[in-house]
């Protein structure tokens, strides 16, 4: 069965009454019969930031857990808005459409409202500041045929691209819920995607966001601007010792400040279940 009608069972399965505890996770082949316990108590980090939405945490391991804050809504597709940056630069890479993680891209000279898109980039910075021209014109050059092909190979949410190659990622028919969002990440961590290791490789470095003596932190945010209600995303996992830990939120972004919210509920629950940092 197709990952994604696994999720919409799930989904639908979550919502009937009295099962609230955990559920049967179908929806990665990596990890069958995987259990979804649900975490109500991480509500308070919502609440303190004034959001509503959901949070999975994946602990990785011999024997994977899946919690989950709201496993109706971590079962529930939405557009990936820019987290869609990850398989977009592992499908750029592979291709050849970029050669590297230091290509550079020169300012095409139009003033934008985010200051840090006006200037040259490189690939990797380019992801970081999440520069959406750039990453628009990348998904032209890769074109439509072989990014449909790529984003069905990868088993990527519903897969469903539409035909608008430069935005349906942003106010497309694509949806990922974030129960697939961190088995995705799962794969990607372990070399599991249908991308040479090489490849992988480069885009798990360009994602990181914080690294100590402790261990590192790989990320990407998400925004859905372009749509109402806009939805923010926080995708990405933590790596200490042997251990790795995936997350993946959305929240519902309605005010300026929803837009911090996001890393600042991650970051209170990771702190809380002594992940990070």
Request: hydrophobic share 45%.
């Amino acid at each position: 069965m197709p990952r994604f009608l696994c999720f919409a069972l799930l989904s639908c399965c979550l919502a009937l009454p009295g099962l609230t505890a955990s559920a049967a996770w179908a929806g990665s082949a990596a990890l069958p019969g995987v259990a979804v316990t649900e975490r109500p108590d991480w509500g308070r980090h919502f609440a303190a930031a004034g959001v509503t939405g959901a949070l999975v945490l994946l602990t990785d391991g011999d024997a994977p857990t899946v919690q989950a804050y709201d496993p109706a809504r971590a079962a529930t597709g939405f557009l990936p808005a820019s987290t869609f940056k990850i398989p977009n630069s592992l499908i750029a890479l592979e291709t050849g459409v970029v050669a590297g993680p230091d290509t550079v891209f020169a300012w095409d000279g139009v003033k934008r409202s985010i200051a840090d898109w006006n200037a040259d980039l490189t690939f990797t910075q380019a992801l970081r500041v999440s520069c959406v021209p750039i990453y628009q014109e990348i998904a032209r050059r890769i074109g439509q045929q072989r990014m449909q092909w790529w984003v069905r190979e990868m088993d990527y949410g519903n897969t469903d691209i539409g035909d608008a190659i430069d935005t349906f990622w942003l106010e497309g028919r694509l949806r990922i819920s974030a129960l697939e969002q961190a088995a995705f990440l799962r794969r990607l961590a372990h070399d599991q995607l249908p991308f040479s290791k090489k490849t992988m490789a480069e885009v798990r470095e360009m994602l990181v966001e914080e690294r100590t003596e402790a261990g590192v932190l790989r990320a990407k945010t998400g925004l859905t601007a372009r749509v109402s209600p806009n939805v923010g995303w926080w995708v990405g996992w933590v790596e200490k010792g042997d251990g790795r830990w995936f997350f993946a939120l959305n929240v519902d972004s309605l005010r300026p400040e929803d837009i911090p919210a996001r890393k600042a509920v991650v970051k209170a629950v990771l702190a809380a279940e002594g992940v990070w940092p």
